[in-house]
C-alpha cells in the first residue's frame, strides 16, 4: 500500500517568554511511498555533485550562513549551481506542504501559555491532515522530527484525539478517522528523511514570507524558496468531485495563529 506521509519540522520557538523568534513554524511535508524514494534520489544526486557523499543534511540556517557543510558556498559560481541544482529539485512535484505560523505577539496578548502555542499549531497541522486522507481515501501516518519531550507529548496526545473523538465540529467520527490515520512516530535528524529536510527549508521560507521585509529586498535564494513555497502548498485539483470538496473546502494550507 502507498500509504501518505505527514514529515513534520519547526523553526523558531514556541515558548512564551523567549523573545528571539518572533513567530514558531510548523511545516508538514505530504509524500507517498513512490514520491519519498524518487524525492532520496534526487536528493543523494545533488548530495553527491557538491560533497561526494550523501549523508549531508539540507540544513535552512546551515545554507543561509554557509556554515559546516555548507561553507563550500562561499565559493559564489558553486553556490550559484547548487542554488540552480536545489531549486529544480524543490520545484519538481512528488510533495506538498501544509504550513502553521504562530505570531508569538499575536498570541501573547492573548495570553497564550507555551503549552496552548503547542497544541495550537500541532492541532490545525494534524486536522488538515487528516481532512486530505479522508477527502483522498488514503491512510497516512505523521512523522514528526523530536524536540522536547513536552512538544512530543503533545502531538502524541493531539493524534490519540484524534483517534479516539474524531473531528466533532465536522461530523467526523472516530472510526472515519481510524480508517485513515494509521501512526505517529518521532525521528531525528540523522534518519536522512529528505522529507524532514524539506520542511526545514520551507519552514526558514514561511519566516522570510512573514518578514516585515518587502520581497523586492530579498536575496536571491530567499525569493526562489518563497517563490516555490506558494507554488507547494497542498491545494484541491481543479476536477475534484462534490463529495471530496466536502472534505477539501475544509482545509487551509497556510494558517497564521492566532
Known amino acids: 500500500m502507498n500509504i501518505l506521509s505527514l514529515f513534520i519540522d519547526e523553526l523558531g520557538s514556541a515558548e512564551r517568554n523567549e523573545s528571539f523568534s518572533k513567530h514558531y513554524i510548523l511545516v508538514g511535508c505530504l509524500a507517498n511511498?513512490?514520491?519519498r524514494e524518487m524525492l532520496k534520489i534526487k536528493a543523494d544526486q545533488i548530495k553527491?555533485?557538491?560533497?561526494?557523499?550523501?549523508?549531508?543534511?539540507?540544513?535552512?540556517?546551515?545554507?543561509?550562513?554557509?556554515?559546516?557543510?555548507?561553507?563550500?558556498f562561499n565559493d559564489k559560481v558553486l553556490f550559484h549551481g547548487f542554488q540552480k541544482d536545489l531549486?529544480?529539485?524543490?520545484?519538481?512535484?512528488?510533495?506538498?506542504?501544509?504550513?502553521?505560523?504562530?505570531?508569538?505577539n499575536k498570541a501573547i496578548k492573548k495570553n497564550w501559555s507555551t503549552i496552548k502555542n503547542y497544541h495550537e499549531t500541532a492541532c490545525v497541522l494534524i486536522r488538515n491532515f487528516i481532512?486530505?486522507?479522508?477527502?483522498?481515501?488514503?491512510?497516512?501516518?505523521?512523522?514528526?522530527?523530536?524536540?522536547?519531550?513536552?512538544?512530543?507529548?503533545?502531538?502524541?496526545?493531539?493524534v490519540s484525539n484524534y483517534l479516539s473523538n474524531g473531528i466533532r465540529d465536522l461530523n467526523i467520527t472516530y472510526e472515519q478517522v481510524?480508517?485513515?490515520?494509521t501512526e505517529i512516530s518521532f525521528v531525528t535528524k540523522k534518519n536522512f528523511d529528505i522529507e524532514e529536510?524539506?520542511?526545514?527549508?520551507?519552514a526558514y521560507a514561511a519566516k522570510q514570507k512573514q518578514s516585515s521585509i518587502p520581497v523586492s529586498k530579498f536575496a536571491d535564494y530567499e525569493k526562489s524558496i518563497v517563490k516555490?513555497?506558494?507554488?507547494?502548498?497542498?491545494?484541491?485539483?481543479?476536477?475534484?468531485?462534490?463529495k471530496k470538496k466536502t472534505y477539501y473546502s475544509k482545509i487551509n494550507s497556510y494558517v497564521v495563529l492566532p
Open 33 to 35: 511511498k513512490t514520491s
Open 48 to 72: 553527491f555533485k557538491y560533497w561526494g557523499k550523501t549523508d549531508i543534511v539540507f540544513h535552512s540556517r546551515e545554507i543561509g550562513r554557509k556554515i559546516n557543510d555548507f561553507k563550500i
Open 87 to 104: 531549486f529544480s529539485f524543490l520545484s519538481s512535484g512528488g510533495f506538498q506542504l501544509f504550513v502553521v505560523v504562530l505570531d508569538k
Open 131 to 158: 481532512l486530505s486522507l479522508l477527502a483522498k481515501k488514503e491512510q497516512g501516518r505523521v512523522v514528526v522530527e523530536s524536540a522536547t519531550s513536552e512538544r512530543d507529548f503533545i502531538f502524541h496526545k493531539i
Open 178 to 181: 481510524q480508517s485513515v490515520l
Open 197 to 202: 529536510q524539506i520542511a526545514d527549508l520551507f
Open 228 to 242: 516555490i513555497l506558494k507554488q507547494k502548498l497542498f491545494q484541491m485539483h481543479p476536477e475534484t468531485g462534490l
